[in-house]
């Protein structure tokens, strides 16, 4: 069994959606933890960062987690086509010089 | 430079040839690590350099993998023997004094490596 899960989609919405994006894990040592956007050809890019549960917002988008659950959230408002893009979570169990385990990336397509 | 580079970007190469990808980080950053990422998954860790020193490198797949970083900037990553499964990815990160977090890891557009 993979440490996280992620649903790899496809996904696809049309302009203006709320889209909602989420993860999985089992290993309750994670402490920290982001969501990654990469578009084709290009590598990831971090979007959100998040240590604790609760909910963190940045324009957009607002990240959730509950360790309780071990189920961490990305919510995307007023989805535009530039969104288009792959995203991963990730996480890890330490801030400094710490790996980082992904899910597999759910890819998004926001349709004009 | 302004990103982390990688190069080539992308490298064809023979069953049992020996290939090197190469990586410059974000000057200053002294924290740099390596992935690999196969078609519809996520990275994985490969290893972590801290400075010059390997920090982390249990997640190199066999000893066919091997990274340096001499000089606490460039690093390449050598391959030995490739086989068919080496095909993917190779994705490059710096960040400053290995701190993940808050300041996230700034990838390279990565190095797609091909083994025919």
């Known amino acids: 069994q993979k440490e996280v899960e992620q649903d790899p989609g496809p996904l696809s919405v049309p302009e203006g959606a709320i889209v909602s994006l989420n993860c999985t894990y089992s290993n309750s040592a994670f402490q920290y933890f982001m969501w990654y956007r990469q578009y084709s050809r290009k590598g990831p890019e971090l979007l959100m960062y998040t240590y604790s549960s609760g909910n963190k917002e940045d324009g957009r988008f607002t990240a959730q987690v509950d360790k309780s659950s071990k189920y961490i959230s990305l919510f995307i408002r007023d989805s535009q086509p530039s969104d288009s893009a792959t995203y991963l979570c990730a996480m890890s169990k330490e801030t400094s010089g710490s790996r980082l385990t992904f899910g597999e990336g759910t890819q998004l397509t926001v349709n004009p | 430079g302004a990103g982390v580079s990688q190069t080539p970007s992308n490298k064809v190469t023979e069953k049992g040839k020996y290939v090197e990808l190469r990586c410059d980080p974000i000057s200053g950053h002294t924290a740099l690590y390596w992935y690999r990422q196969s078609l519809g998954q996520g990275p994985e860790f490969l290893i972590y350099f801290q400075g010059t020193g390997a920090a982390d490198d249990s997640g190199l797949p066999n000893d066919r993998f091997f990274a340096v970083r001499p000089e606490g900037s460039v690093s390449t990553l050598k391959i030995q023997r490739t086989e068919r499964g080496d095909s993917a990815v190779y994705l490059c990160?710096?960040?400053?004094?290995?701190?993940?977090?808050?300041?996230?890891?700034?990838f390279g557009s990565g190095t797609r490596l091909t083994v025919v």
């Open positions: 990160a710096s960040s400053l004094s290995g701190t993940g977090g808050n300041y996230g890891y700034t």
